[in-house]
């Protein structure tokens, strides 16, 4: 039923033969399409530049007030490639290798292969937009490593990779924004997506200052709109992450893919009062120089720098001693949640683990520890109050990224005609768990160097549309549709705020479809989550007008999504009866407690299709071919 | 163990661009001092819808000190009294029980009040417009390693490239000047070898650009420097009146 459309032929040459065998758009004719891209991360920025470089016309769409301030600017850690710069035996198949893996076997192998070809390209481009990479002092690039790999394949700038990367697209954006290549919309976001005879023709937004509901037509929709780890409420993502624009594309008929991957990163600063309002990572990157324990004895409430050597459980280096503290993130979480929840975890709530740099800063000095992780040990310590110089860190799991998200083909098109998804808002590369410095590497692979390509072969094929359709009846229903919505929300005028209902969602989702998961519990949450749902819809209190600036407003629209959303995700989480990567079902798991796959059943993509709020998604399935490697039980012992 | 304390906030209300703007005085109970700022201003607001408010709009998104988009003026200093900090990165263990704060946002003609704390930076992106980029298209670069770059300039580039655009140098500054803004951004690029290029073109089209928006002039008064989150350099700014005075 779901066409992938991988290119025939041996694995290596499959994106070589979509390249020559993808149809062209000529220079003349390129300039008479126009491509919506909704979102300005690292995908959406870096693919609305290059198509407008291409002689495109593409307009850009982003709720910020600014595109730079998506929150791929917020990665810290590093971008891997597999340029093996630092000759330690890295390669395009061993990174391909290492993602299938550190994905627990639920990747296409055809799109991560496409995605290690093109890592290399996109150091390239990085580095010529003027991209600060931490360099070594004979002035070349110098590289560290990440969880889920033997070699050091992570270029990064400082503990502000995101940052740069994202100024690097927004910069490029900002060229062709000068040119008057690209039309920026700040300060708009996308409400819903206009399908003509199937085909996806345009985007109703609501401009977040004067409150209008705006339509723009164009030849194809690019959502660059993120993951929607926000559902949880607590999680790294930033305030304004949401699921909306997936979401409502979802409600028009695209297929969601495997919601129920998601990644709770292990090392976040823990959670300190119900007033919180989100969650901070501390980069994986530490875990290069950082030991993770916790005291061999529970209830060892001493300070952790006053616990000595020998009462230390360093329990992942004991428990995986081939990767030691650079296992996958998933394992690396559940390690830490069992260990809290056997009553060894410390700190007040007892919901923390040590992140101790003592032994590195020791092996270093405190000059290269700082020049390391400066800015991390700074955000520490303003959060927490405490100096991780001289004290260990705290930290403990939370909700970080999102594997799932609209099904795509090889093209980076959805089921629907002209809807292209990239970056994080798709399912594609990343398989029940991504590894460090993958997301960044994905936003880019696709915005730079696939959609570029792919969206040619699209267009190529289609008549550029006429500007007129924006007087389609469709495009007056959607308009009208969400005008009808807005005023629903605003007329209720409950009891409880936008934010309450919010904090009750995700922690009945962290509690029963979080770190491990169970049939009794998310069948619970399956009975919970409407209830929740009607009383929003009842008793929720949005103040103020539409035909303002009204930030609530915005708000109760991506938690009305969430409360639907949370459906699906638990709903798949429940289908599948097997534990792989992010999604640990307490059912299915080894002796040892680790994840047991049951690669007879679930091998493949569970992607849904929308049937109505409330009622039973229809399930299509993309069968996984695993031709390169073999399956096998993943091992980081 | 995490105290609570309580605060008088006298908060610039201001319904749009257009009208008049005035201060508002709310209370805010028994704030836990572990929280941020902008989570003490989280509290205030669903306490003041819950009572019909309308509640207080200021931006804010990333909420770790790097998105750029969260800042205001608190009792007379950009993002508050700590150095080198966002505002959501200020806990509230900096104010004492009792403390009268008076909340307003980054005030300069070059960025018009929307609504409340939140203005209109578009200015900055305006300047980038102007020639904050490498004109590099995508596929066009040579390996990574076709040029390589001494480790102090690419430290000096970073600690420009640091800059997250919130604007608290322009509010900071008594002339309203974005000189340190437009410096981090122009160095950043300048000092690198892929930079070099168009060094003087977008030394002189960016400057240009900021004085057309509106930004005032720079007369040392380092301001912007004591205010910045990511504590950039005035060292920046004297490099770029040198490459401005070499380029014109």
New interface residues.
């Given amino acids: 039923m779901l066409d992938s459309k991988i290119p025939q032929g041996p694995l290596k040459d499959k994106w070589t033969t979509f390249k020559f065998s993808a149809r062209l758009v000529s220079p003349a004719n390129k300039r008479k399409y126009k491509i919506l891209v909704v979102g300005t991360g690292l995908a959406g920025a870096s693919a609305a530049a290059s198509l407008a470089e291409l002689g495109y016309q593409v307009e850009s769409f982003c709720f910020q007030d600014s595109p730079r301030r998506a929150h791929s600017i917020a990665a810290q850690g590093g971008i891997n490639a597999a340029k093996n710069y630092p000759n330690d035996g890295d390669s395009i198949k061993r990174l391909f290798y290492d993602t299938i893996k550190g994905g627990d076997f639920r990747s296409r192998e055809a799109n991560v292969y496409r995605l290690a070809e093109v890592s290399n390209c996109i150091i390239d481009q990085c580095v010529a937009q003027g991209v600060p990479f931490a360099r070594e002092y004979s002035g070349y690039l110098d590289n560290r490593s990440f969880g889920g790999a033997q070699v050091s394949r992570t270029f990064y700038a400082r503990g502000q990779t995101g940052q740069q990367l994202l100024l690097g697209a927004y910069q490029a954006l900002m060229k062709e924004a000068a040119k008057g290549s690209v039309i920026l919309h700040p300060r708009m976001e996308m409400l819903d997506l206009v399908i003509i005879d199937g085909v996806a023709r345009g985007i109703v937004v609501r401009n977040l200052i004067s409150g209008q509901i705006e339509s723009y037509s164009g030849d194809a929709v690019v959502l660059a709109t993120g993951g929607y780890g926000n559902v949880f409420y607590l999680s790294t993502n930033a305030k304004g992450s949401n699921a909306t624009a997936i979401w409502r594309a979802h409600k028009k008929g695209a297929f969601f893919a495997n919601p129920c991957f998601t990644q709770i990163h292990p090392t976040c600063i823990c959670v300190h009062g119900d007033y919180q309002s989100k969650l901070t990572l501390m980069s994986e990157s530490l875990r290069n120089d950082g030991r993770v324990w916790v005291p061999k004895n529970s209830g060892d409430k001493r300070p952790g720098h006053k616990i000595p050597e020998n009462e230390r459980d360093y329990f992942l280096e004991r428990k995986y001693p081939a990767f030691g503290n650079l296992v996958p993130r998933d394992i690396a979480s559940r390690s830490t949640k069992e260990l809290c929840d056997a009553g060894r975890g410390v700190g007040s709530s007892g919901q923390a683990v040590y992140l101790d740099l003592t032994d590195a800063i020791k092996r270093l000095g405190i000059d290269t520890i700082k020049e390391r992780y400066g800015n991390l040990f700074d955000m520490y310590e303003k959060i927490m109050n405490q100096n991780p110089y001289q004290t260990p860190m705290m930290i403990y799991p939370a909700v970080h990224y999102t594997m799932g998200g609209l099904w795509v083909d090889y093209n980076l098109m959805s089921n629907l005609s002209g809807l292209f998804v990239i970056g994080e808002a798709n399912f594609s590369d990343h398989g029940a768990n991504r590894l460090g410095a993958s997301a960044l590497m994905q936003g880019l692979a696709d915005g730079y160097f696939v959609l570029p390509y792919t969206m040619g072969d699209y267009l190529a094929k289609n008549k550029p549309v006429d500007t007129n359709i924006k007087d389609h009846a469709e495009f007056k229903k959607c308009e009208a549709d969400i005008k009808n919505y807005t005023h629903k929300l605003l007329s209720i005028k409950g009891k409880r705020t936008v934010d309450d209902f919010h904090r009750q969602l995700g922690q009945l989702l962290w509690d029963k479809c979080g770190m491990a998961r169970s049939e009794s519990g998310l069948n619970e949450a399956l009975n919970k989550i409407p209830e929740i749902r009607q009383e929003f819809w009842k008793n929720v209190n949005v103040l103020g007008s539409g035909e303002e600036f009204n930030q609530a407003l915005e708000r109760a629209g991506r938690v009305a999504d969430f409360l639907e959303f949370a459906e699906l995700l638990v709903a798949d989480a429940l289908h599948r009866q097997e534990s792989c990567g992010g999604h640990f079902r307490q059912e299915y798991q080894t002796p040892e407690g680790e994840a047991l796959r049951r690669d007879d059943l679930f091998t493949y993509v569970a992607a849904w299709q929308f049937n109505g709020v409330g009622q039973n998604p229809t399930l299509h399935k993309e069968e996984l071919k695993f031709e390169e490697v073999h399956l096998a039980q993943r091992s980081y012992k | ?2 105290n609570k304390i309580n605060l008088i906030l006298k908060v610039w209300r201001q ?2 661009q257009e009208s008049q703007g005035r201060f508002e005085t709310y209370k805010a109970l028994d704030i ?1 001092t ?3 700022f ?2 003490m201003l ?2 205030v607001n ?1 306490s003041l ?2 009572s ?4 207080i ?1 200021f ?11 969260c800042g205001a003026v608190i009792n007379g200093q950009a993002h508050g009294p700590l150095k ?2 966002t505002l959501c ?3 509230m ?1 900096h104010f004492k029980d009792g403390q009268t704060l008076v909340i307003e946002p980054f005030r300069a003609k070059t960025f018009p009040i ?2 409340d704390l ?1 203005v ?3 200015a ?2 305006r300047i ?3 020639g ?14 076709a ?5 102090d300039k ?1 430290d000096w ?2 600690d420009a ?2 800059c ?2 919130c604007g608290a140098c322009v509010a900071a500054c008594p002339n309203a000047s974005a000189m340190l803004f437009v410096a981090a951004k122009a160095s ?2 300048n000092v ?1 070898p ?2 070099v290029p168009e060094k003087k073109s977008r030394t002189l089209n960016m400057v240009k650009q900021m004085d057309q928006e509106g930004f005032g002039n720079c007369s040392n008064e380092y301001e912007c420097e004591a205010a910045c989150p990511k504590e950039i350099s005035v060292a920046h700014i004297a490099r770029l009146n040198k490459d401005h005075r070499q380029a014109s």
């Fill in positions: 163990m995490a319904k749009n836990d572990d929280m941020s902008l989570e989280d509290v669903e819808t819950k019909g408010v309308d509640p709009a931006d804010h998104d990333c909420r770790e000190g790097i998105c750029g988009t080198g900090t990165q200020l806990h263990r929307i609504k939140c209109d930076r578009s900055f992106d980038i417009q102007a904050g980029f490498i004109s590099v298209k995508t596929g066009q670069a040579p390996d990574a390693h040029v390589p770059v001494p480790k690419v580039a970073m490239a640091a997250i655009g950043h690029l690198l892929q930079g």
